[in-house]
């Protein structure tokens, strides 16, 4: 075991104490399971990312993948990590018994992944793209597609990717410009270029299931316009068997500063170098209707959007850990007021400002797990609750807080992994030590499954006003349920909290008093950042809240982190209602001349 991959009590707490998972066990979903099969769950996790991902996470970092013009070379412990994680069952960890999975809360499940991010997130690209691609399929896929693809991700043989990006396009997916062209019931050849396609290529798993956005003929123009296939680097005949090479080739590798042990692609469709069934293309199968390839495919990024955001927070977290670790037995300097220097120096986790940083990285570590395990909880409600209003309303709060959830982590894990560094001091610059490359892993979270810019606009220019606001209604709601129930000693937290949530629903109105959008959205990054921490606030009164009258040191770090948040965190949101409220249009307005 690794005591500084993630927090084994920790978890405990979040899932039992704070959010009641032994509940869930009541829903007919999850009858076959109880405290006991989710901790053996856990437990297991912990091992196998101990054992099988953790050992390698240098090593591939140092020697990521090559391309030598034919195939592209992977250090075996990869694909070794990955036949162990297979085993575990968890690919199909949530799916439905029918089709061989063990229907795992996906609280549960989300916890027992963190493990493995928290141990080699770049490894843990290729089942997590894989797992969201096949619930997209398992979701809008034929019974045949389903039984040719999705089947064989979840038992480890195929793998899978998202193709969304192109060069010219970017985050501009109304830009995107590949082709499909009929070519009989349901089939399609595929004609484009996809750019940044994380797991494009490898040897792997005996087959790639490629998820592409891409145009028919005659489309409108825009995002309604695209459409979703299914394009498998082998095509697969009716008995379930590889046939022939599709036409999707490996143009080049990108070279990140993080995430190096996972390929990132530029793949070419359609170029002619295979000729699958004689014809020019790669061979696709259509997923649900034409046009709705977007809607789709929001089902797997909205997916991605979470797992990016546990992702980043268990590189925080782990990142944290280690420079505890570090703080405990690096022996530097001496306290204040303390003038012999012949006296023994100290730990530098007993000078304050080290443990500044170092409660700083707790919250924003902790807190970001508590964030996205509530958010598992959510998608858990919102699927199998029996009554429909809760269903309906977990449902309403995930659509709100997933902006929150893929972007908070993101922002805040990485000054995590930043304080990481500081506290190893110039040894945390070098290889060395881990830390160095937790900072560079997570640096692609903030932009990863939409910038935080994108989601900035997101929850303002549509998850907090959609429906005469009814998200916004309902969160306000959740977090005014938890100020009622803080007790007198936490009564000071909570009335900050309650303060400034009435400022986040004041400005919201503000913004959008003459509904004029290009006035509204001008800082909605301000907005995004000053809603997660009035978020995370909620989180963290909730967090003491369950730990009420508990004692031990434990506890005590969680009362320590929660005062840490709401005495230096949640004050900064008062600067930024403040500027909001402004309505400055600086930045819409200014000639890029000046820049």
Request: hydrophobic residues 40%; aromatic residues 8%.
């Amino acid at each position: 075991m690794s005591p500084t991959l993630l927090s084994r009590q920790d978890i405990q707490f979040l899932l039992y104490e704070w959010l009641n998972i032994e509940e869930l066990s009541k829903n007919p979903r999850f009858t076959a399971h109880s405290r006991e099969t989710f901790d053996a769950a856990l437990e297991l996790s912990e091992t196998v990312a101990a054992r099988e991902f953790r050992p390698h996470n240098r090593k591939s970092d140092l020697n990521e993948p090559h391309f030598d013009g034919r195939t592209v070379h992977i250090i075996p412990e990869v694909a070794q990590a990955l036949t162990a994680f297979a085993e575990t069952g968890l690919l199909a960890g949530t799916m439905d018994e029918d089709l061989g999975g063990i229907q795992l809360p996906h609280v549960v499940h989300r916890a027992c992944f963190a493990w493995f991010q928290a141990a080699n997130i770049a490894t843990c690209g290729y089942p997590m793209l894989t797992m969201a691609n096949a619930n997209l399929l398992r979701a809008y896929g034929t019974d045949e597609q389903i039984r040719n693809f999705v089947t064989p991700m979840l038992e480890g043989r195929f793998f899978g990717t998202m193709c969304l990006s192109e060069a010219q396009a970017g985050s501009s997916l109304s830009d995107l410009i590949t082709r499909a062209v009929p070519d009989g019931p349901g089939r399609y050849r595929i004609f484009g270029r996809k750019m940044w396609i994380s797991g494009g290529e490898h040897e792997l798993s005996e087959n790639i299931v490629h998820l592409v956005l891409a145009r028919t003929q005659g489309a409108r123009a825009g995002v309604k316009g695209l459409s979703l296939f299914v394009v498998p680097k082998y095509l697969v005949t009716e008995d379930g068997a590889l046939g022939e090479r599709n036409d999707v080739t490996l143009a080049g590798l990108n070279h990140k500063m993080g995430y190096r042990g996972t390929t990132n692609t530029l793949l070419n469709f359609g170029e002619s170098v295979f000729s699958p069934d004689g014809g020019p293309g790669a061979i696709g199968h259509l997923v649900g209707e034409e046009n709705r390839g977007l809607d789709y495919m929001f089902h797997m990024m909205n997916e991605a959007r979470i797992g990016v955001g546990a992702g980043a927070a268990a590189l925080g977290y782990t990142g944290y850990l280690e420079a505890l670790e570090y703080a405990r037995t690096r022996p530097q300097g001496r306290p204040t007021g303390r003038k012999d220097p012949t006296s023994p120096q100290v730990p530098i986790v007993e000078h304050p400002d080290v443990r500044r940083m170092l409660l700083a990285s707790k919250v924003y570590a902790e807190g970001s797990m508590a964030l996205v395990l509530y958010a598992a909880k959510l998608l858990d409600e919102s699927t199998t609750a029996e009554d429909g209003v809760i269903r309906a309303d977990a449902a309403r709060l995930l659509d709100v807080l997933t902006p929150i959830v893929k972007s908070w982590p993101s922002q805040w894990c990485l000054v995590a992994n930043d304080l990481a560094i500081q506290i190893h001091g110039g040894a945390g610059y070098t290889r060395d030590h881990n830390v160095e490359q937790f900072y560079r892993d997570n640096r692609l979270n903030p932009i990863h499954e939409g910038t935080h810019g994108i989601h900035g606009l997101d929850l303002l220019g549509r998850k907090m006003v959609i429906d005469g606001g009814a998200g916004l209604g309902l969160l306000t709601r959740t977090i005014r349920d938890t100020v009622h129930r803080a007790p007198d000693e936490l009564a000071p937290w909570a009335q900050q909290l309650s303060d400034r949530l009435d400022r986040l629903i004041e400005v919201t109105a503000l913004l959008w008093w003459d509904n004029h959008p290009e006035t509204a959205l001008a800082n909605a990054t301000v907005y995004l950042e000053a809603a997660g921490h009035v978020v995370l606030a909620w989180i963290w009164l909730d967090h003491v809240i369950a730990a009420h009258g508990r004692e031990g040191a434990f506890y005590d770090g969680k009362r320590a982190a929660a005062r840490f948040f709401f005495t230096y965190e949640l004050p900064k949101v008062d600067a930024q209602f403040d500027l909001l409220s402004t309505r400055d249009m600086q930045l819409v307005e200014l000639n890029p001349a000046c820049l």
